[in-house]
């Protein structure tokens, strides 16, 4: 079932492209990928046999020429395989974790969406010298999802997306302040809690977001 997320997903994915898509679960995203043409090769992985089977019978019901593996973030592809890295509806910390293999620098692009802590995401790309090609919101179910486009050399890959500001950029922002502010309401229950950075910190973010 291809919904706005997994759109804007596959709206990253270089025409030609060949894609492993880490934690494929039920398999749509490598379904769509090959379906549509934008992939012209796609390994859809997964760690739990649960999801890994229904991927596999999904994907044999598709009839598509894709290949699956059963197996733990990046240790099931070999370098040189595939061009395209996709990790979508994990956690943040998790995607930092499986990115961190020597495999993620064989490939060109990274298309990653994660669930929170994208923070922790955006540092270890910065960290590990990757450039932020372009950021898509998509909003799916209720829930405003963050996908992030990001290249090893920007001048040898050529985009097919542009930066642009997201129409649900406003709408973003408010849940984030709402978000935050809860997080905040909480905190000012307690004298001590108030004065620690943590909450000096929320407060500069909230602040920041409303004057975007
Ligand atoms: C919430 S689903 C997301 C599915 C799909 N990527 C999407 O965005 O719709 C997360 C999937 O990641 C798988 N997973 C979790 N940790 C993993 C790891 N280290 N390596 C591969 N798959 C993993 C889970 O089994 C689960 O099927």
């Known amino acids: 079932m291809i919904d706005n997320r997994i759109g804007a997903i596959i709206n990253f ?13 039920h398999g749509y995203l490598a379904i769509e990928l090959v379906k ?3 992939a012209s090769f ?9 999801p890994f ?26 370098e040189g395989e595939v061009d395209t890295i996709c990790i979508a509806g994990m956690g943040g910390s998790l995607i930092c974790e499986i990115l961190d293999s020597p ?3 064989s490939v060109e692009q990274l298309i990653l969406q994660p669930m929170n802590a994208v923070e922790k995401v955006c ?5 590990n ?25 920007p001048a040898a890959v050529s985009l097919q997306t542009k930066k642009s500001v997201s129409p649900l950029l406003e709408k973003f922002n408010a849940q984030k302040i709402a ?15 108030i004065a620690t950075e943590k909450f000096a910190q929320i407060q500069a973010e909230i602040n920041s977001l409303k004057q975007k």
């Open 103 to 105: 495999v993620t620098n």
């Open 36 to 38: 549509s043409g934008r």
């Open 13 to 25: 994915v270089r025409r030609g492209s060949k894609v492993a898509d880490i934690g494929a679960d």
């Open 179 to 193: 978000k935050l502010q809860r997080v905040l309401d909480e905190m000012s229950k307690s004298p001590a809690a």
């Open 129 to 153: 010298s990757w450039f932020i090609a372009d950021v898509d919101l998509a909003e799916a179910g209720g829930i405003i999802y963050e996908i992030i486009s990001a290249v090893k050399n």
């Open 42 to 50: 796609v390994i859809a992985t997964d760690k739990n046999s649960g």
């Open 53 to 78: 089977d229904a991927a596999k019978k999904n994907i044999a019901a598709a009839g598509l020429n894709i290949e699956t593996r059963l197996g733990d973030g990046l240790k099931i592809l070999r």
């Open 123 to 127: 540092a270890w790309l910065k960290n």
